[in-house]
């Protein structure tokens, strides 16, 4: 909910979506230290923006696109960036279960073309209409590329899936 | 809908609609493969879900400036108004000078549209109802209608206050108005400046500056908005 002055609602903005806009940034760079530096400066485009923002109900999806944006920015002027942050998948061992740890690494593998809508998705909580708002693409092209991101974690994770099972109607 | 559709939007992951549903329903094979689906969904969301740096909140909302935004706004609003006064009134007096006929505000509205009209699209517009309110006592909407469509309206800083921006287009051509609810004026003042022509129009409250490629819209509009 949105409070009062302009400054408290940006502060609240910002605790109810730091934890989604991180995970998305780091999505985006499959770097922690990065992706939090992304998520800080496109906080801080997003702060001095905000008294323009008329909608306030859509500054979650606000912040996500200051978030992409700012990946690019930062991609575009740093073009050492294409590292995953081995350091970072540290944290992957501490909870995740050995299937969540093969999940993992299937997520690490995908492209960032495949990788990005699924975050927005899961993440977000985004319809395959409003990623390609976001995104600036087609909903068939969203689906299309959820569809392939499925179909390739299952493949890394279940290897029997995509197999046709007896019984199916086509 | 058979398996493969169902399969296919299942992947998606958009949610099972009504069809899928029915299909679901009627068929042992996908009814299975949602279950599996979900189970794999769990943990796709779970190693998507990576740990989140503790006290990330705190330090992000720590690292924004102290001085609320609506308060740099209003700093960087003055600082532009200041930089913007001072070259309108540079060029007002130079083209009035040179020109001898032209009135500084027309051309100041002639500078807005070649130089800040993009950036204030760029902001973008302001709620219908909102802008009626704001206008009731100078224009109200429904006089500008009377002459056009309204494609954008939005506030906007403009000499020492603020304007109304609105692109309008009536039948003949784009025209910009800039309703000035603040700035009267004593009488009608003209303009011309690179192609452009603008006239300020006395409202009943404040001004008006209509800037347009034809002297001919631009009078009839300044025409139509007076009557």
Same mark, same amino acid.
């Given at each position: 909910?949105?409070?009062?002055?302009?400054?408290?609602?940006?502060?609240?903005?910002?605790?109810?979506?730091?934890?989604?806009?991180? %995970?998305?940034?780091?999505?985006?760079?499959?770097?922690?230290?990065?992706?939090?530096?992304?998520?800080?400066?496109?906080?801080?485009?997003?702060?001095?923006? $905000?008294?323009?923002?008329?909608?306030?109900?859509?500054?979650?999806?606000?912040?996500?696109?200051?978030?992409?944006?700012? $990946?690019?920015?930062?991609?575009?002027?740093?073009?050492?960036?294409?590292?995953?942050?081995?350091?970072?998948?540290?944290?992957?061992?501490?909870?995740?279960?050995? $299937?969540?740890?093969?999940?993992?690494?299937?997520?690490?593998?995908?492209?960032?073309?495949?990788?990005?809508?699924?975050?927005?998705?899961?993440?977000?909580?985004?319809?395959?209409?409003?990623?390609?708002?976001?995104?600036?693409?087609?909903?068939?092209?969203?689906?299309?590329?959820?569809? %392939?991101?499925?179909?390739?974690?299952?493949?890394?994770?279940?290897?029997?899936?995509?197999?046709?099972?007896?019984?199916?109607?086509? | 809908?058979?398996?493969?559709?169902?399969?296919?939007?299942?992947?998606? +992951?958009?949610?099972?609609?009504?069809?899928?549903?029915?299909?679901?329903?009627?068929?042992?094979?996908?009814?299975?493969?949602?279950?599996?689906?979900?189970?794999?969904?769990?943990?796709?969301?779970? !190693?998507?879900?990576?740990?989140? /740096?503790? +006290?990330?909140?705190?330090?992000?909302?720590?690292?924004?400036? !102290? #001085?609320? /935004?609506?308060?740099?706004?209003?700093?960087?609003?003055?600082?532009?108004?200041? #930089?913007?006064?001072?070259?309108?009134?540079?060029?007002?007096?130079?083209?009035?000078?040179?020109?001898?006929?032209?009135?500084?505000?027309?051309?100041?509205?002639?500078?807005?549209?070649?130089?800040?009209?993009?950036?204030?699209?760029?902001?973008?517009?302001?709620?219908?109802?909102?802008?009626?309110?704001?206008? #009731?006592?100078?224009? /109200?909407?429904?006089?500008?209608?009377?002459? +056009?469509?309204?494609?954008?309206?939005? /506030?906007?800083?403009?000499?020492?206050? *603020?304007?109304?921006?609105?692109?309008?287009?009536?039948?003949?051509?784009?025209? *910009?108005?800039?309703?000035?609810?603040? *700035?009267?004026?004593?009488?009608?003042?003209?303009? *011309?400046?690179?192609?452009?022509?603008?006239?300020?129009?006395?409202?009943?409250?404040?001004?008006?500056?209509?800037?347009?490629?034809?002297?001919?819209?631009?009078?009839?509009?300044?025409?139509?908005?007076?009557?």
């Amino acid at each position: 909910m949105i409070a009062s002055g302009p400054d408290a609602s940006f502060d609240e903005a910002v605790r109810a979506h730091a934890g989604d806009l991180f %995970r998305y940034a780091y999505w985006l760079a499959r770097n922690r230290q990065q992706a939090e530096d992304i998520v800080q400066n496109a906080l801080l485009r997003g702060w001095r923006a $905000f008294p323009l923002v008329r909608d306030r109900a859509a500054v979650k999806s606000w912040l996500f696109s200051i978030v992409k944006n700012e $990946f690019h920015r930062a991609t575009a002027q740093d073009a050492r960036h294409a590292g995953v942050d081995v350091d970072g998948l540290e944290f992957a061992d501490e909870r995740a279960s050995p $299937f969540g740890m093969e999940m993992r690494d299937a997520l690490m593998a995908l492209p960032a073309s495949y990788a990005e809508p699924l975050a927005l998705q899961v993440l977000g909580g985004y319809s395959c209409a409003e990623i390609a708002a976001l995104l600036q693409t087609t909903e068939g092209a969203v689906m299309t590329r959820l569809t %392939r991101a499925r179909q390739a974690l299952k493949r890394l994770v279940l290897p029997t899936d995509g197999k046709e099972r007896k019984g199916e109607r086509s | 809908m058979n398996c493969l559709d169902f399969r296919r939007i299942l992947l998606s +992951g958009d949610g099972e609609t009504g069809a899928m549903r029915e299909h679901r329903v009627a068929c042992v094979f996908c009814s299975d493969l949602l279950k599996e689906h979900a189970a794999f969904e769990g943990e796709l969301r779970s !190693a998507l879900e990576v740990p989140v /740096p503790a +006290g990330l909140a705190d330090r992000l909302v720590e690292s924004l400036p !102290a #001085a609320s /935004p609506a308060e740099e706004q209003r700093r960087n609003r003055r600082r532009f108004l200041a #930089a913007a006064a001072v070259a309108a009134g540079a060029i007002g007096i130079g083209l009035y000078a040179w020109r001898g006929r032209d009135d500084p505000m027309a051309l100041a509205c002639i500078q807005f549209v070649m130089k800040d009209e993009a950036k204030s699209i760029m902001m973008g517009a302001m709620p219908r109802a909102e802008a009626a309110r704001m206008l #009731a006592d100078s224009l /109200p909407l429904e006089r500008i209608e009377s002459i +056009g469509s309204i494609r954008h309206i939005a /506030p906007c800083p403009f000499g020492e206050g *603020t304007a109304y921006h609105v692109i309008l287009m009536v039948p003949q051509d784009k025209v *910009t108005l800039l309703i000035m609810p603040d *700035t009267p004026m004593p009488a009608r003042g003209r303009a *011309t400046h690179d192609g452009m022509y603008a006239s300020v129009v006395p409202l009943r409250k404040g001004s008006v500056g209509i800037v347009g490629a034809s002297a001919a819209v631009v009078d009839s509009v300044a025409g139509a908005l007076r009557a």
